[in-house]
């Protein structure tokens, strides 16, 4: 069973920066993708980026695409730093794993991860 832990989230001001750290337990962690997601109060959760450890290609919501960054540093931690926050960026940020093989064009959906954090809170102020 693997578990995730989000950490890293805060408060600042438009313009800074944050990293997101997620740290995972458990078996076969080289088996699994993690993706980092986003839900602001009201809205529907968003999913955010993801990286394919095999080939190393990511994909980012358009949204934050150029300001943040996804990686994974070694097999138990998937770090996502957020350059240029902007207000509406402000959300409860997620990570999730899955082992099952998504196409890029779906691997932000929600419904492909089973695996979930219990979030970090990212608060951008104008």
């Known amino acids: 069973q693997v578990q995730l832990v989000e950490s890293g989230g805060g408060s600042v001001q438009a313009g800074g920066s944050l990293t997101l750290s997620c740290l995972a337990s458990?078996?076969?962690?080289?088996?699994?993708?993690i993706a980092w997601f986003r839900q602001a109060p009201g809205k529907e959760r968003e999913g955010v980026a993801t990286?394919?450890?095999?080939?190393?290609?990511t994909v980012y919501a358009d949204s934050v695409k150029g300001r943040f960054t996804i990686s994974r540093p070694n097999r138990a931690m998937s770090e996502l730093q957020m350059n240029g926050l902007k207000p509406e960026d402000t959300a409860t940020y997620y990570c999730a794993a899955s082992r099952r093989y998504s196409y890029p064009t779906s691997a932000l959906r929600d419904e492909n991860y089973d695996i979930w954090g219990q979030g970090t809170q990212v608060t951008v102020s104008a």
């Open positions: 458990g078996s076969a962690l080289n088996d699994i993708r």
């Open positions: 990286l394919y450890i095999g080939s190393g290609s």
